[in-house]
């Protein structure tokens, strides 16, 4: 399953310590950002995932994060 998210992260930095966040709550996946996007688009490649998980973890963080439908 893939799933991919708008966010507001435009840092390098930033999108590589979501990233370790994030493969707390989703062992075993594929997370990417693509920062050149206009969208600045978190890709999650994993079994199974939690869109709303996802967006809440984002956000308690101080980040935007939305499900691109």
Known sequence: MVEIFKTDINRED???QVIAMLNAYF???DINFDLED???I???ETETIAVNT???ILKDSGFY???LD
Do not use: H
């Open 14 to 16: 930033i999108a590589q």
């Open 27 to 29: 062992p075993k996946s």
């Open 38 to 40: 206009c969208d600045r």
């Open 42 to 44: 978190l890709r999650i």
């Open 54 to 56: 996802v967006e809440r």
């Open 65 to 67: 994060c939305k499900v």
